[in-house]
């Protein structure tokens, strides 16, 4: 079955049209880069700022890969700490890395799921 099976404009034809897309859509390789580094303001979705977690839409590379950023925010404290950062948005503390800095620590978001 194809949607030209059907007439041009019919509810089958365009379910048929939609399914093959959302395939299509579905099986690309698909890339996110997650940083810390905001990206500039005029990509930032309206009401948000750059404490808040937020992905940019997917985009389709030359190669057929479909891309998309994501930010993911975070800053730099002094351990031992007794301000642990928190979304402004949801409240959720941010996590402490692993990796540190002789007694600097890296905080970042930890509420990605709600955001993305
Ligand atoms: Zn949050």
């Given at each position: ?52 977690p ?18 993911r ?14 979304c402004?948005?949801?409240?959720t503390s941010f996590r ?11 905080f970042e978001a930890d509420c990605m799921?709600?955001?993305?």
């Open positions: 079955m194809k949607p030209s099976d059907f007439a041009i404009g019919s509810l089958e034809s365009r379910a048929l049209a939609r399914m093959q897309a959302q395939h299509i859509r579905g099986s690309k390789r698909r890339i996110e880069i997650i940083s810390n580094v905001p990206r500039p303001q005029h990509t930032l979705p309206p009401g948000t700022n750059h404490s808040v937020y992905a940019e839409p997917w985009q389709e590379t030359q190669g057929g890969v479909l891309l998309r950023h994501i930010y925010p975070g800053e730099w404290k002094t351990l031992p700490t007794e301000t642990v950062p928190v402004p948005d949801c409240g402490q890395r692993k990796e540190q800095i002789g007694d600097l620590a890296w799921d709600r955001h993305i």
